[in-house]
């Protein structure tokens, strides 16, 4: 998991619980899952057991991990995104600001867009290109309660497959700065339609090779995106 990168040693506490964080919200680690193993995530964030315990207490008190012992035991992600209501997207952008929320979307056009036509430009092998189409099929067979966390699935997946944890993690990054955006939308099937349609031009794009159309299909369905929020904010 990308977003799981080495921490800092300088703040690895407070880095740890925001790589955790970014993967529960993210959705990276499903509602009911658990976090890797303790050993394993220690090695993979780069700190000790000792700060790995405590960040996942800081969560298990602040509500997002339910911590069980014994056997089948874990770190298991309670936190579950709100349901979508009435004025829930107008205070999320009054939270951050206007001048906040521009720069997010433009963050997230120009990293997105990038990776899609960077992957485009690779020679990927069968596996690459079936890991993609898998995405697109889990996002298209999804539930309502698992549509967001599918659909960041195949978003990340884009910047994960050119094998830059850089870009992944900055592809990450820029999509948790509008997660909370997305979960106040209320999803409405013509909509949902409509970006199942997008995302197929996407991989249609990257898997033929065609930078420019996979940059293209990007721009065009973020652009939807933004357009929706304002249509919502109205």
């Known amino acids: 998991m990308t977003v799981l990168r080495p921490v800092r040693a300088g703040n690895a506490f407070e880095e740890t619980v925001e790589r955790l964080l970014q993967a529960i919200k993210l959705g990276v680690v499903a509602p009911g899952e658990k976090l890797p193993p303790e050993r394993e995530l220690a090695v993979q964030l780069g700190i000790s057991r000792v700060?790995?315990?405590?960040?996942?207490?800081?969560?298990?008190e602040a509500g997002y991990l339910d911590v069980r012992r014994g056997r089948y035991g874990g770190a298991f992600v309670t936190y579950v995104p709100p349901r979508p209501e009435t004025g829930d997207l107008r205070r999320v952008v009054t939270d951050m600001g206007s001048d906040d929320l521009s720069d997010a979307l433009t963050f997230r056009m120009a990293v997105e867009c990038g990776a899609a036509q960077v992957l485009a430009t690779?020679?990927?092998?069968?596996?690459?290109?079936?890991?993609?189409?898998?995405r697109l099929r889990d996002?298209?067979?999804?539930?309502?309660?698992?549509?967001?966390?599918?659909?960041?699935?195949?978003?990340?997946?884009?910047?994960?497959?050119t094998g830059s944890p850089l870009l992944a993690a900055t592809c990450a990054d820029a999509r948790l700065r509008v997660t909370d955006l997305l979960n106040a939308i209320?999803?409405?099937?013509?909509?949902?339609?409509h970006a199942a349609m997008q995302h197929e031009a996407i991989v249609a794009a990257i898997l033929d090779g065609?930078?420019?159309?996979?940059?293209?299909?990007?721009?065009?369905?973020?652009?939807?995106?933004?357009?929706?929020?304002?249509?919502?904010?109205?």
Not at 51 to 60: D, F, H, N, V
Not at 122 to 134: C, F, P, S, T, Y
Not at 186 to 193: A, H, S
């Open 210 to 234: 065609d930078p420019d159309g996979a940059r293209r299909a990007v721009a065009e369905h973020l652009e939807g995106t933004a357009a929706l929020l304002r249509g919502f904010l109205a």
């Open 139 to 161: 996002l298209d067979g999804s539930c309502p309660e698992d549509y967001r966390r599918l659909d960041t699935a195949f978003h990340l997946s884009i910047a994960e497959l």
């Open 122 to 134: 690779m020679a990927l092998g069968e596996e690459q290109r079936e890991a993609l189409r898998r």
């Open 51 to 60: 700060t790995l315990r405590e960040a996942i207490r800081a969560l298990q």
């Open 186 to 193: 209320p999803m409405l099937q013509v909509n949902l339609d």
